[in-house]
């Protein structure tokens, strides 16, 4: 089955540097990467998410890249604000299964990040 | 807008006692429908899903069910509770029949077993 590999698991900005969160996937058949932010005590949210056939999506501050080829992909968030400070998710899904419409989705272990004003 | 809908928010239950926790959702039909665990804060494991009424597929062995009696509420259900039980549930859906739809999550139920 697919893994996710996610790093680092904690990251900490000065407000208004720059945050990269990496993650690579084992199962090259995977098509789909969102990005989830998880405050705390609440649900995890989608922030961004990729499709296999583009390469770079960005949105305002935040952008997220994907290598095919090599399997992996990175969340980018410039001039980070301490509003930013979350636990942030990766995770990679596979074909659907069955004629379902079902495909699994695999999430990374996760990386707190804390901006510090 | 769909909204999605989990509780209680927390919940304090002994080991051995039963467990159900509810899941709703509006604004969308024939979602498919997923319960999730997260552990220490980290790593969201999947439980279970369920692509329609009455249809439900499980992940991983374990002290838990879920069941789906209606097409838009999901429950997870245990009989006798364990201490490993404890942990943060969360509920999600996605749209049925969509390639790569977004999973869109509840704000989760934190349960604890003493």
């Given at each position: 089955g697919e893994n996710v590999e996610q790093h680092p698991s904690t990251l900490s900005v000065q407000e208004g540097?720059?945050?990269?969160i990496k993650c690579t996937y084992s199962d090259s058949a995977s098509n789909y990467f969102p990005w989830y932010k998880q405050e705390l005590g609440k649900g995890?949210?989608?922030?961004?998410?990729i499709r296999s056939n583009v390469g770079e999506k960005k949105d305002q501050r935040i952008a997220v890249t994907l290598n095919k080829t090599a399997k992996h992909f990175s969340l980018h968030i410039t001039e980070t604000q301490p509003e930013d400070s979350a636990v942030?998710?990766?995770?990679?899904?596979?074909?659907?299964?069955g004629g379902t419409s079902y495909g699994k989705l695999t999430f990374g272990q996760g990386t707190i990040l804390t901006v510090h004003p | 807008s769909q909204t999605i809908h989990q509780w209680p928010a927390t919940l304090v239950q002994p080991v051995g006692s039963p467990l159900s926790l509810e899941c709703t959702v509006e604004g969308t039909s024939n979602p498919n429908l997923y319960w999730y665990?997260?552990?220490?804060g980290r790593g969201l494991q999947l439980l279970f899903y369920s692509v329609g009424i009455g249809?439900?597929?499980?992940?991983v062995p374990q002290n838990l069910s879920a069941s789906r009696p209606q097409d838009r509420q999901f429950i997870l259900s245990s009989k006798k509770l364990l201490l490993s039980d404890s942990g943060f549930y969360l509920c999600a859906w996605s749209v049925l029949g969509a390639l790569n739809s977004p999973l869109?999550?509840?704000?989760?139920?934190r349960l604890t077993v003493t």
């Open positions: 540097d720059s945050a990269v995890p949210q989608l922030i961004i998410d942030y998710f990766c995770a990679a899904k596979g074909e659907d299964a | 665990r997260q552990a220490a249809q439900i597929s499980s992940e869109h999550f509840g704000n989760g139920t």
